[in-house]
């Protein structure tokens, strides 16, 4: 049986943003904050958890990650395709064309592996048509890469060595693993079908830790759960939030977690149920996570 670890986890509210639809987030090591996102609201977020201070960017488009690059910018996924943002100037920059993306379609979710590769997923914006797929940003370059044909992806999530990629095909209520290195990635297969443990609520953002096991995010599901590296779950935290989008493990020690959320599919009356709902949420982690690569653009 799973440890429900919420108790000693310490689930806290660390900022109450209203996110119609949190998404993002992301430990930047060097500038020890966090970034997250609020794609429906058009938002760019970071938040310093040492003193509290957070500070806001209006993107000029749906915005689904903003990763920290190797020259102090930070590479986004927006719907129309891949921005700079600088964060001295507060102003973002279009890029590039994601090549062959409908009009309907918006990006969703992304990490980076230890090659400074950005592994990321598009979607139908109506959440409806199975036009999803995730593909990777090598240098400069973009090339379909993983799964596709699906309504909703999240992650990717990459572990720190470097050798396996995570997918999730949030209808589906489907994690996949496949094999990764240097020269790309291998055939997806599941890892974890979460459709028997959690019916109701759907696996959406993940992360790997240190100890190579995989977080969860759980919409509909008020918590995240953690799964070993053979796809068993083995742990969950419960949120005072129904709809969790992202979570990533931060902090000076690397052993806090900051969790996203949504609101857009709550009805006003449900808002007191859930606290929480919309806010940066933060959590006491058991185990460490490890500091991402930063995006080499060129």
Known sequence: MALNLTASANPRQLLDVGSKLGE??????????????????QRLWHYDPANGSNAIAQAPGQIGWALPADNGLLLCGLQDGLHTFDPARQSFEKLMDVPGEPAHNRLN???????GRVWFGSMDDREAEASGRFYVF??????????SGIAITNGPAVNAQGDRIYFTDTTAQTIMVADLSPAGVG?????????????????????????????TALYLGSRVARFSPDGELVAQIEFAARDITKLC???????????????????????AQYPHAGSLIGFDAP???????RVRLG
């Open 249 to 271: 493990l931060g902090g000076a020690d690397l052993r806090t977690g900051f969790v996203t959320t949504a609101t857009k599919n709550l009805e006003p009356a449900q808002f």
């Open 187 to 215: 055939e997806a297969r599941v890892f974890a079908d979460t459709s028997a443990l959690f019916p109701d609520a759907y696996p959406d953002g993940p992360v790997v830790d240190s100890e190579d096991y995989v977080w």
């Open 287 to 293: 185990v460490a996570g490890f500091a991402q690569t």
């Open 138 to 147: 090598d240098r400069g370059e973009i090339r379909s890469a993983g799964p």
């Open 24 to 41: 993002g987030a992301f430990w930047d090591a060097e500038r020890q904050v966090v970034w997250f996102v609020d794609i429906k609201q």
């Open 109 to 115: 979710d992304a990490c980076t592996d230890p090659w």
